[in-house]
């Protein structure tokens, strides 16, 4: 063989093993690192991942509110509202109460609220006095007759200004329910059921 067929030769073979060993870098490339020949979901088509929250709706009444009385005060109208907003709680029963008789208010009520459940349902006791100062005299007294555990204390606000109390307490002669009080300047209101329903009744009764 000629030096110049053996050189050709040789040439042959060094341009077959670099195209080989370009053809394998290549196959790396794609498919190991970096990888852009293997397909990845696409962040603009999958979108960035996001939580979103679901606000329950607010909870309403299933039942219908009993009608107040055709003689009821203008006490009863504001005091003893169809329904509590946000909670399932309606009116079921409307009567005149003797409870704080002895402290002579001008009226006075028992108006039970209920869901339908009756192990839920809640009583609240309203009375008005002519003044303020008998209504917390009234409050004081009431409170004061609480020993069961303090859960929500504070005072009642109106357009900013302080206009009476409330005290939440769990009920002394069964801890599974709450008593809740609180004077609204000449008026004072005091309701009594299961504890978690108490807490968020009072919390969002209109007065």
Same mark, same amino acid.
């Given at each position: 063989?000629?030096?110049?067929?053996?050189?050709?030769?040789?040439?042959?073979?060094?341009?077959?093993?670099?195209?080989?060993?370009?053809?394998?870098? $290549?196959?790396?490339? $794609?498919?190991?690192?970096?990888?852009?020949?293997?397909?990845? #979901?696409?962040?603009?088509?999958?979108?960035? *991942?996001?939580?979103?929250?679901?606000? *329950?709706?607010?909870?309403? #009444?299933?039942?219908?509110?009993?009608?107040?009385?055709?003689?009821?005060?203008?006490?009863?109208?504001?005091?003893? #509202? /169809?329904?509590? /907003?946000?909670? %399932?709680?309606?009116?079921?029963?409307? +009567?005149?109460?003797?409870?704080? %008789? *002895?402290?002579? #208010?001008?009226?006075?009520?028992?108006?039970?609220?209920?869901?339908?459940?009756?192990?839920? @349902?809640?009583?609240?006791?309203?009375?008005?006095?002519? /003044?303020?100062?008998?209504?917390? *005299?009234?409050?004081?007294?009431?409170?004061? $007759?609480?020993?069961?555990?303090?859960?929500?204390?504070?005072? =009642?606000?109106?357009?900013?200004?302080?206009?009476?109390?409330?005290?939440?307490?769990?009920?002394?002669?069964? /801890? %599974?329910? %709450? =008593?809740?009080?609180?004077?609204?300047?000449?008026?004072?209101? +005091?309701?009594?059921?299961?504890? $978690?329903? =108490?807490? @968020?009744?009072? +919390?969002?009764?209109?007065?």
């Amino acid at each position: 063989m000629s030096n110049n067929a053996s050189t050709s030769s040789r040439r042959r073979l060094v341009v077959i093993v670099v195209a080989a060993v370009v053809v394998v870098l $290549a196959l790396l490339s $794609a498919f190991v690192w970096p990888g852009w020949a293997v397909r990845k #979901p696409s962040t603009e088509a999958t979108g960035q *991942s996001t939580s979103t929250q679901t606000q *329950s709706a607010p909870a309403t #009444p299933t039942i219908k509110a009993s009608p107040l009385p055709s003689n009821a005060t203008a006490l009863l109208k504001a005091a003893a #509202p /169809d329904t509590v /907003d946000e909670t %399932a709680y309606a009116r079921v029963k409307t +009567q005149s109460a003797q409870d704080w %008789a *002895s402290a002579n #208010p001008i009226e006075e009520y028992t108006v039970t609220y209920s869901t339908g459940q009756t192990a839920k @349902d809640l009583t609240l006791l309203t009375a008005q006095w002519s /003044d303020a100062a008998s209504a917390q *005299s009234q409050y004081k007294k009431v409170t004061d $007759a609480l020993k069961g555990e303090t859960l929500a204390q504070g005072s =009642v606000k109106v357009s900013g200004a302080a206009k009476g109390s409330y005290l939440v307490k769990v009920d002394d002669d069964d /801890d %599974a329910k %709450a =008593v809740a009080v609180w004077q609204n300047d000449t008026v004072v209101f +005091q309701v009594t059921g299961p504890k $978690a329903d =108490v807490l @968020d009744f009072y +919390q969002k009764f209109p007065l």
